[in-house]
């Protein structure tokens, strides 16, 4: 098979691609920016952009199957051609599509479905890999986290367990026309969160929990609009049910147990480490 993998270099992209390369697949790599894409050897790097439908067509070109993203851009904007995008896989005679972030209602996803090709959502509950944007920098400077909600429970899931999905169905089929919610083995809460960050650095984190005026106060500060602080105020205030429910899909689809988030800690303690003072 070929396989075209478009957001490559993000965060789930890459591990996609290193996954499938792993299985002795041919991969297609989708970026806007082929030189600084540094992916694995072997691997067909393409350039284009999924807001230019225009830059698509010879990277759908002899493609079996495709992993595409809803948003483009680095504001993840929402894409304004999904249509086109559906127009051009189905007409390169691509057979099977996965879709990162997909939601059945959404235009790429519609426009998926009426092309009568094999398509499979994917809707991760939250990225353990946000833990990098978020916490980073205040983890490294003071060794504190401040949030609010800190017995918000998320059963959040590392980022290689989304891509072995998205790289097991690619290959393998057999999950057309479902929506695969992924979660890591366990919901754990923030402040559980923190403190099994603290084991992994090998130092000890604060938890400071904000009060939801504290956390805008803290977020508008950081540059944030009026629009997106209220929103994570609801979202971390009022987390829906699936957001905290384990599902066992990751085994079902790939035969191995999710990571769990002490894993990722381990895994990424370095990014973490605390600046030495001067």
């Known amino acids: 098979m070929t396989i075209l993998v478009t957001g490559a270099t993000g965060t789930v992209g890459r591990l996609i691609v290193e996954e499938l390369v792993q299985a002795g697949q041919r991969v297609r790599a989708l970026t806007r920016n082929p030189a600084k894409a540094d992916l694995p050897e072997g691997v067909e790097v393409v350039e284009g952009d999924l807001a230019r439908p225009e830059s698509l067509a010879a ?17 993840y904007a929402p894409l304004q ?3 086109r995008i559906a127009e051009l896989a189905a007409r390169a005679g691509v057979r099977r599509v996965t879709v990162l972030g997909g939601r059945a209602d959404g235009p790429l996803e519609q426009a998926l479905a009426a092309t009568g090709m094999e398509w499979t959502l994917l809707h991760p509950v939250e990225f353990m ?3 990098l944007q978020w916490w980073t920098h205040s983890v490294r400077a003071e060794g504190v ?4 909600f800190g017995d918000r429970l998320s059963a959040m899931v590392h980022e290689r367990d989304i891509a072995a999905v998205a ?25 559980d969160k923190v403190r099994l960050l603290g084991e992994a650095v090998g130092t000890e984190i604060r938890f400071v929990e904000l009060s939801r005026d504290e956390a805008r106060a803290q977020w508008q500060l950081a540059g944030m609009g009026a ?9 971390l205030g009022n987390t829906p049910e699936v957001g905290y429910t384990v599902v066992p899909t990751v085994e079902q689809v790939t035969g191995r147990a999710p990571r769990g988030f002490a894993q990722w800690a381990a895994e990424h303690a370095e990014a973490f480490q605390p600046v030495a003072s001067a």
Request: proline letters at 3%.
């Open 167 to 191: 790289a097991t169905v690619l290959v393998q089929g057999g999950h057309h026309g479902e929506t695969l919610t992924l979660t890591g083995p366990e919901a754990v809460a923030t402040r």
């Open 145 to 148: 986290v401040k949030e609010p």
């Open 81 to 83: 051609h999904g249509d």
């Open 59 to 75: 990277a759908f070109d002899g493609v079996d199957a495709a992993h595409l993203i809803n948003f483009a851009g680095d504001d």
């Open 129 to 131: 890999a946000n833990t």
């Open 227 to 235: 629009e997106t602080v209220e929103f994570l105020i609801e979202a």
